[in-house]
């Protein structure tokens, strides 16, 4: 399976600073996707990374607040815009393999907002 | 939208017993994912299941896709204390864009030794 790289892995940052959070993955893959995993909960999906177009935002999460880049098919940019404290989440990434609906994912970047 | 409940949501046991966690929803899914969470990593994937009735197993692990599609165990046998995680289920329902899976809530799993 793929291997993905995920900088920085965790940082701290002051409220209404904005962060770029990296994903590089070792080969080329069709679907890339953003998830965030909030102190203690689950995963849910921030967005689909799309090569060549504008991310597709899944509901309660806008481009306004997180950018998404996908110049090609090794890697991905999520920036977490004008942040706040209730940001403070794990950010992952993760890409599917060939032929299965199984993700893959980073190991994540802690984000922690003061 | 789809949810999962995910139960327990945490155990605590002995080495060696063995462990039962699963996951039930109201709506169908056509796959269920079972992923392991170790502190300070991403999910990783236990074991995937496609079709329902599927049984499927990975060394200690053992997990069932439902009947009704609508459900899925994981069991561990003879649990160890690199088995301490969280544990999460996944599914993905149908008629829903690849790549969106929906989560359980997780159970948490601690191995006294």
């Known amino acids: 399976s793929a291997v993905i790289s995920q900088k920085p892995s965790r940082d701290i940052c002051q409220r209404g600073t904005s962060l770029t959070i990296q994903c590089q993955v070792d080969s080329q893959v069709t679907m890339m996707f953003w998830y965030r995993q909030q102190p203690g909960q689950s995963l849910t999906l921030i967005a689909t990374?799309?090569?060549?177009?504008?991310?597709?935002?899944e509901s309660g999460f806008v481009i306004d607040k997180f950018p998404i880049s996908r110049p090609n098919l090794t890697f991905s940019t999520l920036t977490v815009s004008n942040m706040s404290p209730e940001d403070s989440s794990i950010y992952l990434c993760?890409?599917?393999?060939?032929?299965?609906?199984?993700?893959?994912f980073g190991a994540g970047s802690r984000l922690t907002v003061l | 939208g789809q949810q999962l409940n995910q139960s327990p949501q945490s155990m605590f046991i002995q080495e060696g017993e063995d462990v039962s966690m699963n996951c039930t929803s109201s709506?169908?899914?056509?796959?269920w994912l079972w992923y392991k969470q170790d502190p300070g990593e991403g999910p990783v994937l236990l074991i995937a299941l496609y079709k329902a009735g599927e049984l499927t197993s990975n060394g200690r692990l053992t997990a069932q896709f439902g009947i009704t599609r609508k459900d899925s165990f994981l069991n561990i046998s003879a649990s160890i204390p690199s088995d301490v995680g969280i544990y999460f289920c996944?599914?993905?329902?149908?008629?829903?864009?690849?790549?969106?899976?929906?989560f359980g809530q997780g159970t948490i799993l601690t191995v006294h030794p």
């Open positions: 709506s169908i899914f056509n796959t």
């Open positions: 993760s890409v599917g393999q060939s032929g299965a609906n199984v993700l893959t």
């Open positions: 990374a799309n090569q060549g177009s504008e991310a597709t935002y």
């Open positions: 996944a599914g993905l329902a149908g008629g829903t864009s690849y790549g969106k899976l929906t």
